[in-house]
C-alpha cells in the first residue's frame, strides 16, 4: 500500500473544554472550575521536505498575557525536558506579581504560575534547546506476543475518552487492515500507512477523536494521531500521544503539533501520519508533553491569551548564553534533567522576582532531600537566586567531564552569579572552573569557592591559575572533601552580612585559602610555571588530559620497583603502565570489566587462529582487529545502556591489549596455562595498584603543580637500575625451598630411625 501524498495545509484548532482539573493539580477552591486548553490542530505537508541539519539550535518564548484579576490565578503549561533526542540547555521566567514553580508528573514537567489577585501583567518562559535528528530506528521483526512491557507498564494500553482503543469499530477496523500479520514490523507498518492517507481537516468535523476521526476519514494533526494510537494499542502495541512544536521562523503561533511513539521492546519510535515522518523526526519537532492531556489548565473565565515565539539560533548563543541576555533562574525543588537524558545529573533551582544576589552550586555528592530543601528555602527567604547542579561519578575523570559540561551549559548563569560554589570529593571540580579559562570568561567581583581533598601546593598553584584566568573578585579554595551544607552557609554569610570569606570559615572549622587583592599569593618563583598553564589553557589545551601525559612516569617508576624490587613478572614493561592510565579514565570497576572482556575473548580468537597455522605478524594483525572490533562493540553497548565508561574504552591501546594476548597464548605454550594466568593476573594486580597509588595519593595535581616531580623519578629510576640485591619473592622462594629441604631432611632422619 502506497502513502498518498496529501497537499499542504495549515489549520489552527483551539477548543476549550471545561473538565477536571489536570492530575496532580492543587485542589481548587471550586473543584472542577477549571479550563483545559488542548490543541494540535496545526497541519504538515506530506512528502519530499527540503535538507534538513543534522542538529539544530533554538530559543522559544512562551508569552501568557493575563489580564487583572481579583480573585485567585492559576495557570499551569507543560513544558518540555531533555529525552535524548532533544536537550534543554537552558530555562528562564519572568512572573512579576506570580509564584512560580515546575512541578515533574513523569514523564512531563509542568510550570505553574499562582496569584491570589494580579494587575493585567505578561509572563514569559524561554528556553534554548538543541535537537537532533537520529537515523531511522528499524522496527524489530518480532511477534507482537513476545513484545516486553514498557517500563510504564500497562499504560500504553489503556484507552481514555479520546483514544476509545477498547471501542468495537477500532478493533473490527484494525483487524481490517491488519489481517493476518502478527509481527510488530507488519503490523506497525500497515496501521501506520493507513492513517497517513486521511486527510487533512481544514473544518474540524466534530471532535477529534478516534472514533470520530476513523469513521470520517479525516482529520487534524491531533486527530489523526488519536485514531494511530488507538488502532496499535487495539492491535496490542503499546503507543502513547506527543504534543509539541513545529519550529520555524514563525512570528508567534498557539497551536501544536501532535504525533505518536510505538513502544518497540527497547524504546520508543515516533510516527508522525501528519507530516508522514515514519521511525524519525526532523529537527524542527520539539516534544512538549507525552499523554493525551491538555496543553494549558487555568482558572475557568480567566482570558487568557498565549503563544510561543520561535527563532533559530547558533551553537554559541544557546550553549553559552548571549553576552545581552539578562538571565533569570528558573524555580523548583525537584530535578529537572539537563544534558544527556540517562546520565545521572540533576539540577535543583529556586527562583525570586527581585534577588539580591545569585549563586551556582556544582557538587559531585549525593545531596540529601533535607539539605535541598533547607538550602532552597534559605536561598529563597534571603531573597537569593539559587540553583544547584548535580552530577555524580564513579571515575573522577568522568566526574571531571560532566561538571565541565554543567559548567558550560550553565554559562549564562554563571555569567551573572554572583558566587558560584563548587564542592567535590577531590579537584575535579577546580579542573571543571578551569574550562571557564578556555573560553575567555571573566567574572568579574564575583566569589568562587571550590573545595575538594588536594594538596595545599597544588590547590595554591590551581587557583591562582583560576585566579589569574578568570579574574573574579576572590577565589576560596578549601583542601579536604566538606559537605555542602556548611560551605552553603559560608557563602550565605558572605552575601547577605558581609562576613568575610575566611572569618565565616574558621566559625565552621574549615581550613581556607583565601585567594584576592589582600589574600594568599603564590610565590614570585611559581608565577612563571603559572602563566605558562594559563597560556596552555587559554590555547585549548585541556589540562585533564595534559596530567594523564605527565602522570605517565610516575606510573613508570611504580612498575620499576614491582619489577625490580619485588620481583614481580609482568607481559612487558607498558603493559601496566597503559593499563592503569585506563582505569584512571574508566574508574576501577568498570576497567576490570573491560580488561577481562578484551583479554578473554582476544584469548579465546587467539586459540582459533592456531589453527589456521599462520606467521606471528599476521597473528598479530588480525588480533588488532579483531581486538578493536571487541572495542567498538563495548561502545556501542555503552551508547545503548547508557554506561558513560563504556563511551571512553579508545584509551585501552589496542597494540598493548593484543601483546598481552599474544604473550598470554606464548607463555601457555611454554610454561603452562598456570604460569600464564600467574603473570596475568600479575599484570592486572600491578596495574590496579598503580591505579590505586595514582588516585588516592592526589599525585595528578601534584604533577602539574611541581612538574619538575618528574626529574626525580628519572633519578630514583636511576637508583633503582643499579639494584643488585635478592628481590622479595625470591626471598619467599628461598624461604619455602629451605622448609622444604628441612622437611625432606627430617622426614629422611625418621625413616632411619624406624629401620634401625
Known amino acids: 500500500m502506497r502513502v498518498m501524498r496529501i497537499p499542504p495545509a495549515v489549520v489552527v484548532g483551539v477548543f476549550l473544554v471545561t473538565a477536571p482539573a489536570w492530575a496532580r493539580w492543587p485542589e481548587p477552591a471550586h473543584p472542577g472550575d477549571d479550563t483545559e486548553v488542548f490543541t494540535g490542530g496545526e497541519e504538515t505537508a506530506q512528502g519530499s521536505a527540503p535538507r534538513r541539519p543534522a542538529l539544530a539550535f533554538w530559543k522559544l518564548r512562551l508569552t501568557l498575557r493575563v489580564p487583572a484579576e481579583e480573585r485567585p490565578v492559576r495557570i499551569g503549561v507543560l513544558v518540555p525536558l531533555s529525552d535524548g533526542r532533544q536537550d534543554v540547555l537552558g530555562r528562564r521566567t ?8 515546575e512541578t515533574a508528573i513523569p514523564p512531563n514537567l509542568r510550570a505553574e504560575w499562582t496569584a491570589e489577585r494580579t494587575a493585567a501583567s505578561t509572563a514569559t518562559y524561554d528556553l534554548a534547546v538543541r535537537i537532533g535528528e537520529p537515523a531511522v530506528t528499524p522496527i524489530p521483526a518480532e511477534p507482537i506476543a513476545s513484545l516486553p512491557r514498557p517500563p510504564e507498564g500497562e499504560a500504553g494500553l489503556a484507552p481514555t475518552p479520546h483514544i476509545q482503543s477498547d471501542a468495537p469499530e477500532v478493533k473490527r477496523r484494525m483487524q481490517r487492515i491488519v489481517g493476518r500479520a502478527t509481527r510488530l514490523d507488519e503490523v506497525i507498518w500497515s496501521l501506520y500507512q493507513y492513517t497517513a492517507a486521511f486527510l487533512p481537516a481544514a473544518d474540524p468535523p466534530g471532535p477529534q477523536d478516534a472514533v470520530t476521526v476513523l469513521t470520517a476519514r479525516r482529520g487534524t494533526s491531533l486527530g489523526r494521531a488519536r485514531t494511530l494510537t488507538a488502532l496499535l494499542q487495539a492491535a496490542g502495541v503499546p503507543a502513547r500521544l506527543v504534543g509539541g512544536l513545529r519550529l520555524g521562523s514563525a512570528g508567534e503561533k498557539r497551536a501544536t503539533n501532535s504525533w505518536v511513539e ?37 482558572t475557568a473565565g480567566l482570558e487568557l491569551d498565549y503563544g510561543f515565539a520561535i527563532r533559530q539560533a547558533t551553537r554559541r548563543a544557546v550553549e553559552e548564553g548571549e553576552e545581552e541576555e539578562e538571565v533569570a533562574l528558573p524555580a523548583g525543588r525537584r530535578p529537572v534533567v539537563r544534558g ?11 527562583y525570586v522576582s527581585e534577588p539580591v544576589a545569585s549563586v551556582v552550586l556544582i557538587v559531585d555528592q549525593s545531596v540529601p532531600e533535607a539539605v535541598t530543601d533547607r538550602i532552597l528555602g534559605e536561598a529563597h527567604d534571603a531573597a537569593i537566586n539559587c540553583v544547584l547542579l548535580t552530577a555524580r561519578f564513579e571515575s573522577r575523570y568522568f566526574r571531571e567531564s560532566y561538571l565541565e559540561r554543567l559548567v558550560v551549559t550553565n554559562l549564562a548563569l554563571i555569567r551573572q552569579a554572583h558566587l558560584v560554589l563548587v564542592a567535590t570529593a577531590d579537584d575535579a571540580g577546580l579542573y571543571a572552573l578551569l574550562g571557564l579559562g578556555e573560553r575567555n570568561v571573566r567574572l568579574d567581583d564575583a ?92 590555547a585549548q589545551v585541556p589540562l585533564s588530559a595534559l596530567t594523564l601525559i605527565l602522570i605517565l612516569p610516575i606510573i613508570a617508576s ?174 619467599v622462594r628461598f624461604f619455602r625451598t629451605m622448609r622444604h629441604g628441612r622437611e625432606e631432611a627430617a622426614s629422611g632422619s625418621t625413616a632411619e630411625v624406624r629401620r634401625s
Open 262 to 298: 510505538a513502544w518497540t521492546g527497547n524504546g520508543w519510535v515516533p510516527l508522525d501520519p501528519a507530516g508522514g515522518y515514519f521511525a524519525t523526526l526532523p529537527t524542527s519537532y520539539l516534544a512538549l508533553y507525552r499523554g493525551d492531556l491538555p496543553l494549558i489548565v487555568h
Open 558 to 731: 611504580l612498575v620499576v620497583i614491582a619489577r625490580i624490587v619485588v620481583g614481580l613478572e609482568t607481559f612487558g614493561m607498558f603493559g601496566p603502565v597503559i593499563v592503569s592510565l585506563a582505569f584512571i579514565t574508566t574508574g576501577l570497576q568498570w576497567g576490570l570489566v573491560i580488561f577481562v572482556v578484551i583479554v578473554g575473548l582476544g584469548v579465546l580468537l587467539r586459540a582459533g587462529l592456531q589453527r589456521l597455522r599462520l606467521q606471528a605478524v599476521s597473528r598479530l594483525a588480525i588480533l588488532i582487529a579483531l581486538v578493536s572490533a571487541v572495542m567498538g562493540g563495548l561502545t556501542l553497548l555503552g551508547a545503548v545502556l547508557g554506561i558513560g565508561p563504556l563511551l571512553n574504552i579508545s584509551i585501552f591501546p589496542m597494540v598493548i591489549m593484543s601483546n598481552v594476548i599474544e604473550n598470554f597464548a606464548a607463555s601457555q605454550v611454554e610454561l603452562g596455562t598456570a604460569e600464564a594466568l600467574r603473570m596475568t593476573l600479575a599484570t592486572l594486580f600491578l596495574s590496579v595498584a598503580c591505579y590505586l597509588v595514582v588516585d588516592q595519593a592526589g599525585l595528578q595535581s601534584l604533577v602539574l603543580a611541581f612538574p619538575e616531580v618528574l626529574l626525580l623519578t628519572v633519578a630514583f629510576d636511576v637508583v633503582l637500575g643499579k639494584w643488585r640485591g635478592v628481590r622479595l619473592l625470591e626471598y
Open 447 to 538: 566569589r568562587i569557592i571550590a573545595a575538594g581533598a588536594m594538596g595545599r601546593p597544588a590547590a595554591l598553584m590551581l587557583g591562582s591559575l583560576l585566579y589569574h584566568l578568570v579574574q573574579p573578585g576572590e577565589v576560596v579554595l578549601v583542601n579536604r572533601h566538606v559537605d555542602l551544607l556548611p560551605l552553603w552557609e559560608l557563602a550565605r554569610a558572605n552575601l547577605i552580612d558581609g562576613t568575610p570569606m575566611g572569618e565565616e570559615a574558621a566559625r565552621w572549622n574549615i581550613d581556607a585559602l583565601v585567594l584576592g587583592e589582600a589574600g594568599a599569593r603564590l610565590p614570585g618563583w611559581r608565577r612563571p610555571l603559572m602563566l605558562l598553564w594559563a597560556r596552555a589553557v587559554r
Open 94 to 101: 519572568t512572573a512579576p506579581g506570580f509564584h512560580f514553580r
Open 340 to 350: 544527556a537524558g540517562r546520565q545521572p545529573v540533576e539540577t535543583h533551582s529556586t
